[in-house]
């Protein structure tokens, strides 16, 4: 039997996570980056037994920041039979990523603000009558 270590999220990972979450992250890939930024890589499988995520999330997830190009991923291939693993490292830098969703929020507020002053013009224009 062979020893293997593995990196595990603590406490300060959890509150970054939560974070990003407050800025429109989706749990799972804030849950991926957070363990990807304290990692150099890793296999599909390691993140499913560090982060407690079932591989099916981790692959959706993964899609959601291929989008981005925020990872890369390459294929190792393992001593003997079976398929070959993808190895997963982040290939974006972390602020990156946060300026992305910066932007993001920044288009969507401006947008709403316009509304706003739209509907305000409009409401000038629209007489105000009282029925009784």
Known sequence: MKDYEIKVLDEEDHFFIETLKTIGISRKVAIIIAYLMNVDEASSREIEISTGLRQPEISLAMKLMHNQSWFSARL???SGKGRPMKI?????PVDEIISFYEDKIDKESQATISVIKKL?????????????
Do not use: G, R
Request: charged fraction near 30%; avoid cysteine; proline fraction near 5%.
């Open 76 to 78: 190792e291939k393992k």
């Open 88 to 92: 997963y490292s982040l290939a974006a």
């Open 120 to 132: 305000k013009v409009m409401s000038k224009k629209v007489p105000f009558t009282l029925t009784i």
